[in-house]
């Protein structure tokens, strides 16, 4: 089939016996058994010059994507057998990277020695293929439309929650259009800031809040959050150890807030490199199939 191939797209079995660095005799054997296999002439003949048969471009076309695929499957499974080497650069967010990162952080750079792992952690909304990244961890309600791959991991919930010394102050919220009257925390970088969603027994509805203090910093909220200051809507994994402790409170657990998805997304190649493949099988393991947060009601 490759030989058949060289012969068409060349023209001519002398240049296709040159290119495969076979004889021309021998071009011209496989060509014989190929139309004898298949029982159709491929190839009419003549001193001069070859002429295509209407069989012979049906079977090229098909012959060229078959021939593509398989090269591409070879390549894929060599790129799969491949040790991971070189620079890893990754952006992640803060507040996720500093309360549930080091388990996988930790695995990638045991099992793969030869990798070099360069991590910024930040909350902005990098330019992964601009600034040089591999890949990125991003938790949203939604991903913009781009030309990054991404792969969904989990769903992480989001509650709204208060200390008890704030409540005791100021009175507890009981339905989501109460928090008007409240001082609220501000994450600037969450998918809607000022509009905190809820799914009510009406439908879905937005409340807008606003508050003395706000940041673009997640794990920076904690404090005011912790000092009685005002209410925050934050996801699990800034708060689950408060929780579990008793240091802050769930507030209307009856109007469950929007969750937000963890994704690690990555450049489109035709070819996944090995190192950020790894990485992305990693966080899949660590994450899509132990699903960290599944049926949390805390």
């Known amino acids: 089939m490759r030989t058949f191939r060289r012969v068409v797209e060349l023209g001519s079995f002398t240049a296709a016996a040159r290119g495969l660095n076979l004889s021309k005799a021998a071009v011209s054997k496989q060509i014989g058994e190929l139309e ?7 190839i009419h003949r003549t001193t001069r010059r070859l002429s295509v048969t209407e069989a012979g471009h049906a079977y090229f ?8 695929e398989f090269e591409a499957a070879e390549a894929e499974v060599r790129h799969l057998q491949a040790e991971p080497t070189g620079s890893l650069r990754l952006s992640v967010p803060n507040a996720f990277s500093l309360t549930q990162l080091a388990a996988t952080i930790n695995e990638l750079a045991t099992r793969f020695p030869k ?11 990098i330019d992964l293929i601009e600034e040089g990244f591999d890949a990125a961890i991003r938790i949203r309600t939604a991903l913009p439309d781009s030309s990054l791959i991404a792969r969904r991991l989990c769903t992480i919930p989001r509650y709204v929650c208060a200390a008890p010394k ?23 970088q969450s998918p809607s800031p000022y509009d ?8 879905r509805k937005l409340v807008r809040v606003s508050g003395s203090i706000q940041s673009n ?23 689950e150890q408060q929780l579990a402790k008793g240091k802050v409170l769930r507030l209307l657990k ?11 997304v990555y450049p489109q190649n035709r070819h996944l490199s090995p190192k950020v493949r790894v990485f992305v099988d990693l966080m899949a393991e660590h994450f899509a199939k132990r699903e960290p947060w599944a049926g949390t009601d805390l």
């Open 36 to 42: 004898a296999h298949l029982g159709a002439t491929l």
């Open 61 to 68: 076309e098909r012959s060229v994507r078959l021939l593509d």
């Open 115 to 125: 990798l070099r792992l360069s991590i910024e952690a930040s909350d902005r909304f």
């Open 166 to 188: 704030y409540l005791k102050k100021h009175g507890e919220p009981k339905r989501p259009e109460d928090l008007k009257q409240h001082n609220c925390l501000i994450y600037t």
């Open 196 to 203: 905190w969603a809820f799914r009510t027994p009406q439908g």
């Open 217 to 239: 910093h997640g794990m920076l909220l904690m404090e005011p959050l912790l000092a009685g200051l005002g209410i925050a809507l934050l996801p699990i994994f800034s708060i």
């Open 254 to 264: 009856d109007y469950p807030t929007d969750a937000v998805s963890l994704h690690v």
